[in-house]
């Protein structure tokens, strides 16, 4: 069993920020990414951010210069620190990561979180 809890979400005015957290837990043996991904009222789940274990991080252009991912490997636990937020972030925000359970699992899980809501008011 592995568990994704992600906190942090809230109601903040634009242009304010948030930091959004992810711990994972349970049966793993090594994780190949973790990164963030939000779904507004009415669209797709879109990629936000991702960060491979040591590899290039990637965001997705709308956010580029206001969002930035991080990890804490020790922990297995992934942030997402929010500014300069706009209305148009207002979304479920959803942890990811994809993850080996034990050593000899040869495909790797894509395990989500519950999501978290941020809304930003105009």
């Known amino acids: 069993q592995v568990l994704l809890v992600e906190s942090g979400g809230g109601l903040v005015p634009a242009g304010g920020s948030l930091r959004l957290s992810c711990a994972a837990s349970?049966?793993?043996?090594?994780?190949?990414?973790m990164g963030w991904y939000r779904q507004a009222p009415g669209k797709q789940r879109e990629l936000v951010a991702i960060?491979?274990?040591?590899?290039?991080?990637n965001y997705a252009d709308a956010v580029k210069g206001r969002f930035t991912i991080s990890r804490d490997n020790a922990k297995n636990t992934v942030y997402l620190q929010m500014n300069s937020l706009k209305p148009e972030d207002t979304a479920v925000y959803y942890c990811?990561?994809?993850?080996?359970?034990?050593?000899?699992?040869?495909?790797?899980?894509?395990?989500w979180g519950q999501g978290t809501l941020v809304t930003v008011s105009s």
């Open positions: 990811n990561a994809v993850m080996i359970r034990t050593m000899y699992e040869l495909n790797p899980l894509n395990a």
């Open positions: 349970g049966s793993i043996f090594r994780i190949i990414a």
């Open positions: 960060m491979p274990t040591g590899g290039t991080t």
